[in-house]
């Protein structure tokens, strides 16, 4: 198997969420989540909080995230209102509690989540050696996602054993601080990576880091991947 050959090469985020299956799957689980967390009468107190923000934000300048290249208007409305969702829960239960449903939510389920729209293992097993050919497909992606606006990446090292790239811009966090406050964007976003991705790589064979993010207050959000000892050599399917 070649490397692109994948599901979703060279496919930035904006094709991962136009995927229908995809986005039923989120939305379900999302939606489930939520209701464990706060019960139905405080998701309905939610709904209408987060359709108020969003109603507000949809009428605020974009022009700013036009000129860096995001054109897509049905992604903006939904990163407004994914983000509008974060305010409300923020308003409703103060920034730290709403941080906490956030965290036990991508805490149990953004592993599953993300691994049903990414290759598994096995996949990037199948193209020779793993960690290389997750390297390739994380460049495509990333590519892909400058060209859409998304993102502005550095390549900080790549080499055979350690891969870094840095993300110096970000349309999350520009969402976010366009909302008030830019952290609202690390439980709603980042945290994700954080909650799946260390065992994701495990699973490879390689090791995920991070030190800082953008939401943060960090310069760049850092991705660091490294070759575990022991796993240099091409797994063959």
Known sequence: MKVEDLKYYGKGFMDIMSDPGFMKRASKLVMREFRRE????????????????????????????????????????????????????????GMERASEVY????????????TSGFPSVEEFNACGDAFKSFKEYMKAGNAANERAGLHEIEIAEDTDDVFVCNYKYCVFREVANEFGDPYLCYPASCYSDEAWMPRFATEGGWEFKRTGTLATGAPVCDFRFERLPGNDEPKKS
């Open 38 to 93: 706060l019960g139905l009468i405080g998701m309905l107190k939610m709904g209408w909080r987060m359709r108020k923000e969003a109603k507000r934000m949809k009428n605020h300048d974009w022009s700013r995230l036009r000129e860096r290249g995001l054109t897509d208007q049905g992604f903006l409305d939904w990163l407004i209102e994914s983000m509008a969702v974060m305010k409300a829960l923020a308003d409703m239960l």
């Open 103 to 114: 965290r036990r939510i991508w805490d149990r389920k953004a592993y599953d989540l993300m």
